[in-house]
């Protein structure tokens, strides 16, 4: 049963320059997250999304950052207009969806802005 | 009131001592406190976790004691092996309003085992 996976692994963007960045959760899994973590910072949460939903966006950048789950494929977090503040570590994790169930980390998607 | 204070922020212990790192909350609506290990390059794994109505989860080397009144946790490693030099964060989880939980991060310990 493969894990969480991301891709890419590494993302290098010029500023001004839009970022995708995929997730594709456990098998069984239907709940997706969406953390982002600066260096030396701990995770912070920016979206909980389900097939076809966003159920929670709190975390959420208000401009340019939008996320989708599609019923078919994987997840995808984009960026539009990257600064050089959104260079980070992103990572996705999914859940079975149970009250309580876990949350398993994807490798994580290292974004570089120049 | 979300907030989890993690200290300290980084540790050096020598192989074959006790690694403990602390974390404390506010919120009392938090009922899952997992630990998270993470290596260079990786993504965070799941290394323990505790619900507040123990007060301490050992797994082989790595064991949670869980103080509910004083809203503290903390993580202890064993014989800590320098396999273990990692950063350690910890997490406080909720029920949101979205009917999912939500998991609050501390900021992270930077662990370095010493041969």
């Known amino acids: 049963n493969a894990g969480v996976m991301q891709n890419p692994r590494h993302l290098v963007r010029r500023r001004g320059q839009e970022a995708r960045l995929r997730c594709s959760p456990m098998k069984g899994h239907s709940h997706v997250y969406w953390y982002r973590q600066l260096p030396e910072e701990g995770l912070k949460f920016m979206v909980y999304l389900q097939k076809e939903n966003i159920i929670d966006e709190s975390g959420m950048p208000k401009e340019r950052f939008s996320a989708e789950f599609p019923k078919e494929g994987p997840s995808i977090l984009r960026i539009q207009q990257v600064v050089r503040g959104d260079s980070a570590a992103y990572f996705c994790?999914?859940?079975?969806?149970?009250?309580?169930?876990?949350?398993?980390f994807g490798p994580g998607t290292r974004l570089t802005v120049t | 009131q979300q907030q989890v204070k993690q200290s300290p922020q980084s540790l050096i212990v020598q192989k074959g001592g006790i690694s403990i790192i602390n974390c404390a909350y506010e919120?009392?609506?938090?009922?899952?406190f997992p630990w998270y290990q993470q290596f260079p390059g990786k993504g965070p794994a799941l290394l323990i976790a505790?619900?507040?109505?123990?007060s301490e989860k050992k797994e082989g080397r790595f064991t949670i004691s869980f103080n509910k009144s004083a809203k503290q946790f903390s993580l202890h490693i064993m014989d800590s092996q320098p396999g273990d030099s990692a950063t350690y964060f910890c997490?406080?989880?909720?029920?949101?309003?979205?009917?999912?939980?939500?998991?609050?991060f501390g900021t992270g310990t930077r662990l370095k085992v010493l041969a």
């Open positions: 919120n009392t609506a938090f009922d899952y």
């Open positions: 505790i619900r507040p109505d123990v």
């Open positions: 994790a999914s859940s079975e969806g149970l009250a309580g169930g876990q949350q398993y």
């Open positions: 997490a406080c989880s909720f029920l949101g309003t979205s009917g999912t939980y939500k998991y609050i």
